[in-house]
């Protein structure tokens, strides 16, 4: 067998993979009193309006008339005008046929770097969710970090001097929640136009960015020469086990647009109809408001965190438009090591900053849980002796 080598380039399992096995282990000492702070999966029930519309589209199926087969490759028209009038708020001029529906920002990641040729040069700034590098070693490309600090709260400058040809950014960041200003992000839009790179913008947790900070790489003018932008509505809305987000390819981007459009013919079949009749609802007065409301919840339980660090004096990367709580390790540990020490001390799952090619020794603790869980945890962390 001719295998693809560059597996073994990867860690032998993926770093949420080996968090369940710890999370398994531990529980014989905690039972079933394991909190879960690392996979960052949502917790709260679907608002009912999504419910309701999904239900809906499950009844259309059942008859002749409303029956729907194959859905359009790059979804749905009402979908797509609703994520073109959504991001239009957002500061983003982008046409419908510009967006195209996916089954979220996970495997998108990947995806779109098959647009370009194997062995292209890629920089991730780091620390970054692994999905997106990991599988451009498996594709075969030169893949480099460039290493944020705390010093520079998480905010790279762009590399001038080098050249790369796909550019990874993420804002809010996953893991750190560092957020790009509009300078930072300019900076950067100028320097791939400048390096004739392309930026692939992952906007996964845009909904939780607040202030005057922008939600889109579209708000800065050209961006739609040099970027895609991958979005996802399960953090949102919840829809990690519905699978649904969208890809934006600027017809600006020369050829990539129709590239795209090809490529979705080749390899995917598109998103259910039922769950993009559900992610639609996101986009009414009241979808706004229930969506609204979970991030306002998951961001309460990153505050009910903060207090617990500032208490036991631990540091941590202080930004409000974060699901995440970045916090340093106490005493010289690793991050593997206090890790460890959170799980099998306190019972508390969170994710080593090694599993998101984090140079500094950090951890980051996942706000996607229940308030009481939450609350729990906080109790637990102020009372862990290290």
């Known amino acids: 067998m001719r295998i693809n080598t560059a597996f073994d380039a990867l860690p032998k399992s993926y770093v949420f993979a080996r968090l369940a096995e710890k999370v398994a282990a531990a529980k014989k000492t905690f039972c079933d009193k394991i909190i ?23 009844d259309e199926m059942q008859n002749r008339e409303t029956f729907r087969g194959y859905p359009p490759t790059g979804g749905y028209p009402f979908l797509r005008e609703a994520i073109a009038r959504k991001l239009l708020e957002d500061g ?16 998108e990641l990947g995806n779109v770097a098959e647009l370009f040729e194997r062995g292209i040069k890629v920089l991730f700034t780091a620390p970054c969710y692994p999905a997106g590098a990991e599988a451009n070693v498996l594709l075969g490309n030169d893949v480099e ?8 709260g998480f905010i790279p400058v762009p590399p001038y001097g080098k050249a790369y040809d796909l550019i990874y950014l993420c804002s809010p960041n996953n893991p750190t929640g560092a957020t790009f200003s509009y300078k930072e992000l300019k900076a950067w839009v100028d320097y791939a136009l400048s390096a004739n790179a392309v930026i692939v913008y992952d906007g996964a947790y845009s909904s939780y960015v607040s202030g005057d ?27 990690t086990g519905i699978r649904v987000g969208f890809t934006v ?32 609802a996101a986009f009414t007065p009241l979808g706004k408001k229930e969506t609204e409301k979970r ?13 617990a660090f500032q208490n036991r004096k631990i540091w941590y990367n202080n930004t409000c438009c974060s699901p995440y709580v970045y916090a340093r390790c106490p005493d010289g540990m690793t991050s593997e090591e206090f890790s460890d020490l959170v799980l099998t001390k306190a019972g508390i799952c969170c994710t080593p900053s ?21 609350t729990e945890a906080a109790d637990r962390i102020e009372k862990l002796i290290f």
């Not at 996802?232 to 919840?238: A, D, E, R, T």
């Not at 050829?255 to 009749?277: C, H």
């Open 92 to 107: 983003a001029n982008i046409s419908p046929d510009e967006i195209f529906v996916s089954d979220g920002a996970k495997s």
């Open 213 to 239: 900070k922008p939600k889109t790489v579209y708000a800065v003018p050209y961006a739609d020469r040099c970027a895609i932008e991958i979005r996802s509505f399960s953090k949102s809305l919840g829809f």
């Open 295 to 307: 991030v306002n919840f998951y961001k309460t339980n990153a505050s009910v965190l903060k207090i």
């Open 249 to 280: 390819v600027p017809k600006n981007l020369g050829r990539l647009n129709a590239l795209w459009k090809r490529r979705l013919g080749a390899r995917f079949n598109g998103v259910s109809y039922v769950s993009q009749r559900g992610a639609a």
């Open 36 to 58: 879960d702070l690392g996979v960052g999966d949502v917790k709260l029930p679907l608002p009912e309006i999504f419910v309701r519309e999904m239900k809906l589209a499950a």
């Open 354 to 374: 090694s599993g998101f090619a984090g140079k500094e020794n950090f951890v980051r603790f996942s706000a996607f849980a229940l308030r009481e869980d939450v």
């Open 145 to 152: 970090f460039l290493h944020a600090t705390s010093e520079d």
